[in-house]
């Protein structure tokens, strides 16, 4: 078995997978969300002061795996610098006392492998990874051949999200308040721009759309719920008919037999019911991760270290360091 720990952001996870069938045994995740919605956002320092809490706690669970454990996998990179050092730390301690080897895990191939959980790796795949720090289009070929097809020019598509709930006054996370409220709202009312429309170039920009969210909120004044709802509505329009029309270029410029959604924001249904129409169109299988599996998790961290552990693909402990910034 491989244990594995996630804490790149504000969610302390650990899971325990089994090597041979890839079968998930243990999984736990914490969240943070209710700690820092009051200050609209992840805050770093208290992030990691509840890493150093949460993780030993949920750890101490799994002792009656470490027997059968045969390497330790953790998220070194990308992340938050001082939160991506709780895992990091918890693992190198795991590996000293049980004589195990290490596994460092980019967190975004692990967003990729959330789509094997309990399953077979399945390449080439184009991959649409939507989160709160990016967006990106990734062209899959195997394990750790991943290159980037298109990706934002600023802001990324979860976060545009949060920002949008913030300017609103819906709180944090906004990614599934926005959605929730759309569901209520007009989305043709309001008739924002869609970003790059008349731009060749296949790449993702969303610091102008919100930009025009928020002069519309100031152009209404006090709003009403029904505004808010509107609001939501008609933005979540664009920002998804943004992803599709350079989506739509991509798979003109090329055969796409199987193509995926990952990350936090994956979990939009109305990004999945719009990229299934998508997909349908062009003949492609769209894949997609559990619902419960799309935000950060060990889960995913675990399943890709499968892959890494079966090719003995193992990370020196002088070389297992935090990266708070790291590519594909």
């Known amino acids: 078995m491989i244990l594995s720990i996630e804490s790149s952001c504000d969610d302390s996870s650990v899971a325990v997978t089994e090597i041979a069938t890839g079968k998930l045994l243990f999984h736990k995740k914490i969240s943070q969300e209710s700690d820092h919605a009051k200050y609209g ?18 750890l101490e669970q799994t002792r009656s795996y470490f027997p059968g454990l045969k390497a330790v996998a953790v998220t070194n990179a990308p992340g938050l610098a001082v939160t991506l050092v709780e895992g990091v730390t918890m693992a190198k301690a ?10 460092g895990v980019n967190h975004l191939h692990g967003h990729i492998y959330s789509l094997f959980l309990e399953k077979e790796t399945l390449f080439p795949m184009t991959i649409l990874l939507v989160s709160g720090g990016h967006t990106q289009v990734i062209n899959a070929q195997g394990y750790k051949d991943f290159s980037i097809v ?13 920002k949008v709930a913030k300017m609103l006054g819906l709180g944090y996370p906004g990614g599934p308040i926005v959605e929730a409220y759309a569901k209520s709202g007009d989305e043709n009312r309001f008739d924002f721009t869609v ?31 029904q505004d808010q709802c509107d609001i939501c509505a008609s933005f979540q329009r664009v920002a998804t008919a943004h992803l599709l029309q ?21 979990a939009n249904l109305y990004l999945r019911e719009k990229i299934d129409a998508l997909c349908s169109a062009f003949g492609a299988t769209l894949h997609l991760a559990p619902l419960a599996y799309c935000s950060d998790n060990a889960a995913m961290i675990g399943r890709c270290a499968i892959d890494a552990y079966r090719r003995s693909d193992f990370t020196p402990m002088e070389e297992l360091v935090s990266a708070p910034k790291s590519a594909i």
């Open 246 to 266: 350079k989506l739509k270029k991509i798979f003109k410029n090329g055969t796409i037999k199987d193509f995926a959604i990952v990350g936090g924001a994956s």
């Open 150 to 162: 298109a990706q934002t020019m600023d802001d990324s598509f979860g976060e545009s999200f949060d």
């Open 94 to 103: 795991l590996s000293i006392s049980l004589n195990l080897p290490l596994i």
């Open 195 to 225: 970003p790059l429309g008349n731009s060749g170039k296949i790449a993702f920009s969303y610091s102008g759309l919100k930009n025009q969210v928020r002069l519309q909120i100031e152009a209404l004044g006090d709003l009403t719920k």
């Open 41 to 58: 956002g992840v805050v770093p320092e208290l992030a990691a002061r509840l890493h150093a809490t949460a993780l030993p706690g949920i």
